[in-house]
């Protein structure tokens, strides 16, 4: 039922820009928070970045702030990722994840099949 599918990876090189997108279907998306995360080649999931349900609060993990900007479209159910500054330590495979609740806190429950990025000159 729930799908979230991304889009707009791809490759970029270095000091590079990218814009993600997360197309959410099959719950309310207005009603949730929403993240992105990643996981780079031998490494685990990497929170990067939280919006609540509105789209006035976001937060970002220290690696990212002033490089990576979330947001979101509730009107077209859609999440973003603008990554700007990129660095070969970028890359990775991009997912949006879903919340349960209205604001990002506790673990995400549902995520899509991810968009890769690779940040290289």
């Known amino acids: 039922e729930v799908q979230l599918i991304e889009s707009g990876g791809g490759l970029v090189q270095p000091g590079g820009s990218l814009r993600l997108s997360c197309a959410a279907s099959?719950?309310?998306?207005?009603?949730?928070?929403m993240s992105w995360v990643r996981q780079a080649p031998g490494k685990g999931l990497e929170w990067l970045s939280g919006?609540?349900?509105?789209?006035?609060?976001?937060s970002y993990k220290d690696s990212v702030k002033g490089r990576f900007t979330i947001s979101r479209d509730n009107a077209k159910n859609t999440l973003y990722l603008q990554m700007n500054s990129l660095k070969p330590e970028d890359t990775a495979v991009y997912y949006c994840?879903?919340?349960?609740?209205?604001?990002?806190?506790?673990?995400?429950?549902?995520w899509g099949p991810g968009t890769q990025v690779t940040v290289s000159s």
């Open positions: 994840a879903k919340y349960a609740k209205s604001v990002p806190a506790g673990k995400y429950e549902y």
């Open positions: 099959g719950f309310i998306f207005s009603i949730y928070a």
């Open positions: 919006i609540d349900s509105g789209g006035g609060l976001t």
